[in-house]
């Protein structure tokens, strides 16, 4: 099955019990498009697991970066340009989340969002997930 990007799933409503999205949201584009694609998981899932790294974690994993990604996106993107990281550098390819940005969504089910821990003290990954009854 073809999935093209920002449009939605070829599948219908609770057509899968489980979707599981393992670090893709911060992928797929600004917010609204990241708002879109988990709607859509929550439209074809009956349950998900989605996973994303966090924003508020001290390690940015995709460009290796300490704390420099806590500056607002703006000044994170120039980063990315004059550390020769143009694909970072592009809210289409990267758009780190932390839970607050999450719970700004408008979303067709209600989610739960629990920050994982590196260490037992730093903020690692979110782990996005919602249950049917």
């Not at 599948?11 to 893709?24: I, R």
């Not at 439209?43 to 994303?52: A, C």
């Not at 500056?71 to 390819?93: I, T």
Request: proline residues 8%; glycine residues 2%; aromatic residues 14%.
């Amino acid at each position: 099955v073809k999935v093209i990007p920002n449009k939605p799933l070829p599948f219908k409503n609770n057509s899968f019990d489980v979707v599981v999205s393992w670090a893709t949201i911060e992928h797929v584009g600004d917010y609204k498009k990241q708002e879109f694609f988990l709607n859509e998981l929550l439209r074809v899932g009956k349950n998900i697991f989605v996973t994303t790294p966090d924003r508020l974690c001290p390690y940015e994993p995709h460009t290796s970066f300490l704390f420099l990604h806590w500056l607002p996106l703006k000044s994170f993107r120039k980063l990315c340009l004059l550390f020769h990281l143009p694909f970072s550098a592009s809210v289409n390819n990267l758009n780190p989340l932390s839970s607050y940005d999450i719970t700004k969504f408008k979303l067709i089910k209600p989610i739960k969002v629990r920050q994982n821990f590196m260490f037992n003290l730093f903020p690692g990954h979110l782990i996005i997930t919602h249950k049917e009854k």
